[in-house]
């Protein structure tokens, strides 16, 4: 039981570049999130999902896309990077939505544009 | 929608002191608020978490406290010890369509041996 596993760990990119970040839980939580987290400005939602197939918007979702097409995974992209997207992206699982269970979080991945 | 506010955003402590966390939140619909804590370079994990039919909750060392008349909800650490220095987070979260925590921003404790 692994949890849940975020795909890089690391990574640069150059601005303009594309990349997806994979977060993979094998808990069979409906409910995953993908979050930014930046100096001084806690955690940032970006986008998150209430079960397969499903996306919904957080709070900063501009400049990123997200894909739930199994259930175990949730994906997130990165059409056209900024040097403004430089942080640490955490995904999060849970059973059921957060005010029923709490959020398991992935290792992080952090991301460097240049 | 939601907002939460945490204070102090940096707090340093003698080993064996307390530690007290406030956060402050808008939405009255709130009902779920869970604590977070990271060490350096490592993943947000909980660490204790309460709900609004409750007014305090310990775990060892750690309690929380809410007040719902104020919206306002609390950690406390006794006895810190130097495993306790990490960033903590507060959250809240309500029911009704919104299946999405907000976090404060964080709070920065560093017992000092």
């Known amino acids: 039981n692994a949890g849940v596993t975020q795909t890089p760990k690391f990574r640069v990119l150059k601005t303009g570049q594309s990349m997806t970040l994979l977060c993979a839980q094998d808990?069979?939580?409906?409910?995953m999130y993908w979050y930014r987290q930046d100096p001084g400005m806690g955690l940032r939602l970006i986008h998150y999902?209430?079960?397969?197939?499903?996306?919904a918007k957080g709070e900063v979702p501009d400049g990123y896309n997200v894909s739930r097409l199994k259930k175990q995974n949730f994906l997130l992209g990165l059409e056209s990077a900024a040097p403004s997207q430089t942080s640490v992206y955490f995904c999060?699982?849970?059973?059921?939505?957060?005010?029923?269970?709490?959020?398991?979080f992935g290792d992080g991945t952090r991301l460097s544009i240049l | 929608g939601e907002n939460v506010e945490q204070h102090p955003s940096t707090l340093s402590v003698q080993e064996g002191d307390s530690a007290v966390i406030k956060c402050t939140y808008s939405?009255?619909?709130?009902?779920?608020f869970p604590w977070y804590k990271q060490e350096l370079g490592k993943r947000p994990q909980l660490i204790i978490d309460?709900?609004?039919?409750?007014g305090e909750k310990k775990d060892q060392r750690i309690a929380v406290t809410l007040n719902k008349t104020a919206k306002h909800f609390s950690l406390h650490i006794t006895e810190t010890q130097p495993e306790d220095s990490a960033v903590y987070f507060c959250?809240?979260?309500?029911?009704?369509?919104?299946?999405?925590?907000?976090f404060g921003k964080g709070t920065k404790l560093t017992v000092n041996p």
């Open positions: 999902s209430v079960g397969e197939g499903t996306t």
């Open positions: 999060a699982s849970s059973y059921r939505g957060p005010s029923n269970q709490p959020q398991h």
């Open positions: 808990m069979n939580h409906e409910y």
């Open positions: 939405d009255s619909a709130s009902n779920y």
């Open positions: 309460i709900r609004s039919n409750v």
């Open positions: 959250a809240a979260s309500s029911q009704g369509g919104s299946e999405k925590l907000v």
